[in-house]
């Protein structure tokens, strides 16, 4: 432990940033790249035909879209960063490190997208006749500029899975164009505006009264999803092609369902987009109310699904084939094994386990090794050791995380001496009694 330990004990570390970064997604993606490429192809087709009231449709879509991304958009963003700093130092430290001028350049993309946002949502009225082809045009720099948002940190986020030849090189190019960016960042960019059109349909179909003006919004939506299913297969296929093999084999995994639930499901939710799209270009008057609730549902299901297993599926590690999902170098295995991981914990209260200290030096390791992902007595049951080790005593925990890494690949391997291994295991014994050890710990 590098840095001090933050815990969120009931709902587990991992859960808290999955919660902040799949509302981000929703909006980064769903709202800044997508509803504003709606919005801007829809003022386009408004200008060219001379249609006020599709015009207006998207004036109000921009209002919207202004709202939620300084709002939303940007406390999520900044919580996002608020939560892995205290959560995951040791991963962000790495990444900031790698990264620190890409993440520079972002936020000044991020910067002139918000200026331009203001700039269009503000002269709607003042730039009228010939001056309706400028406004359009700065929508559609506003468009590319928050896609350049997502295209600087699909290369950050991309690198964590498949870092490519930065483990052998530590260049900054080879990191950001890894092997998995451009199937990634094609990957995003068309399930983006996918997710744009399911948040839109809904209230389109809700709140625009007149039929043919819904006709007129559901053209401009059914262009891109016939364009954007076809990229989502593609680019996923290509995706799925790049990444590690072991990653590969741990996709149905990481979503907990079974290999049966799994298919099931998610050919029933693209069967539900294939028919959303047809529906929504041959027959757009008459596109069924249930059909658009069931494609927000589905397409919320897809963007939760899709995080999860986009952060699951590199476990072991956090960066691949570098850094451990608790934030130990892979490279620092072998020196703790034989020096100890307390010894080279910063933070740690404990350097050396004595018998009077082994609960104590137990809840450090647990603090370091396990906390990342589990939790002592949280609500997803898998993770909580209070039910997974019920009735399981020192021994059999001992000798369990000893080779927990060969039965079950996806977790790190522990790293520590015997006597370390043993007060984790202790530690671990006695968080399944009525009175957790760390309650007691705590309390002295």
């Known amino acids: 432990m590098n840095f001090p330990v933050v815990e969120f004990p009931w709902l587990g570390n991992g859960t808290v940033i999955a919660i902040i970064a799949i509302i981000h997604v929703i909006i980064s993606h769903g709202v800044a790249i997508?509803?504003?490429?709606?919005?801007?192809?829809?003022?386009?087709?408004?200008?060219?035909?001379?249609?006020?009231?599709?015009?207006?449709?998207?004036?109000?879509?921009?209002?919207?879209?202004?709202?939620?991304?300084t709002t939303i958009g940007a406390i999520t963003?900044?919580?996002?960063?608020?939560?892995?700093?205290?959560?995951?130092?040791?991963?962000?430290?790495?990444?900031?490190?790698?990264?620190?001028?890409?993440?520079?350049?972002?936020?000044?993309?991020?910067?002139?997208?918000?200026?331009?946002?203001?700039?269009?949502?503000?002269?709607?009225?003042?730039?009228?006749?010939?001056?309706?082809?400028?406004?359009?045009?700065?929508?559609?720099?506003?468009?590319?500029?928050?896609?350049?948002?997502?295209?600087?940190?699909?290369?950050?986020?991309?690198?964590?899975?498949?870092?490519?030849?930065?483990?052998?090189?530590?260049?900054?190019w080879n990191a950001f164009f890894n092997p998995t960016y451009l199937p990634s960042l094609a990957f995003r960019t068309f399930l983006a505006v996918m997710l744009a059109v399911a948040l839109l349909s809904f209230p389109i179909k809700i709140f625009v009264k007149n039929k043919s003006l819904q006709e007129d919004v559901f053209k401009v939506l059914g262009f891109w999803t016939a364009i954007c299913l076809l990229g989502i297969l593609i680019s996923g296929l290509w995706y799925l092609q790049s990444i590690p093999p072991e990653a590969y084999d741990m996709i149905v995994w990481s979503t907990g369902m079974t290999d049966q639930v799994f298919k099931v499901l998610n050919l029933l939710g693209l069967f539900a987009f294939v028919i959303f799209a047809f529906w929504m270009v041959m027959k757009p008057k008459k596109l069924p109310l249930i059909l658009s609730i069931a494609i927000f549902g589905t397409?919320?299901?897809?963007?939760?699904?899709?995080?999860?297993?986009?952060?699951?599926?590199?476990?072991?590690?956090?960066?691949?084939?570098?850094?451990?999902?608790?934030?130990?170098?892979?490279?620092?295995?072998?020196?703790?094994?034989?020096?100890?991981?307390?010894?080279?914990?910063?933070?740690?209260?404990?350097?050396?386990v004595t018998e009077d200290n082994r609960a104590e030096a137990g809840m450090e390791l647990y603090r370091g090794q396990c906390m990342s992902c589990h939790t002592v007595d949280g609500w997803r049951e898998k993770r909580a050791f209070k039910q997974r080790l019920a009735g399981w005593d020192e021994e059999s925990i001992a000798s369990y995380i000893q080779t927990l890494h060969e039965t079950r690949p996806f977790m790190p391997p522990f790293v520590g001496t015997e006597d370390e291994l043993n007060a984790l295991a202790h530690y671990l014994a006695e968080v399944t009694k009525k009175e957790p050890v760390s309650t007691a710990l705590e309390g002295k």
């Open 77 to 172: 963003g900044v919580g996002i960063w608020f939560s892995t700093t205290v959560i995951q130092p040791d991963s962000i430290g790495s990444l900031l490190r790698i990264f620190f001028w890409a993440w520079f350049v972002e936020w000044v993309v991020f910067v002139t997208e918000v200026v331009l946002l203001i700039i269009y949502y503000y002269t709607w009225d003042k730039w009228e006749g010939a001056k309706r082809i400028i406004h359009n045009r700065i929508g559609v720099a506003l468009a590319i500029f928050s896609w350049i948002t997502a295209a600087i940190i699909t290369g950050i986020l991309s690198a964590k899975l498949t870092p490519g030849r930065w483990t052998e090189t530590f260049s900054f």
């Open 299 to 352: 397409s919320m299901a897809f963007i939760a699904e899709f995080e999860a297993v986009r952060e699951s599926v590199r476990k072991p590690f956090i960066i691949y084939d570098y850094m451990y999902a608790n934030g130990v170098l892979a490279k620092n295995e072998e020196l703790y094994k034989k020096e100890g991981y307390l010894k080279h914990s910063t933070f740690s209260k404990v350097k050396e």
């Open 34 to 69: 997508g509803i504003t490429t709606l919005m801007v192809t829809a003022e386009y087709r408004a200008i060219q035909t001379n249609n006020e009231q599709l015009r207006n449709v998207a004036r109000k879509l921009s209002k919207w879209v202004l709202i939620l991304t």
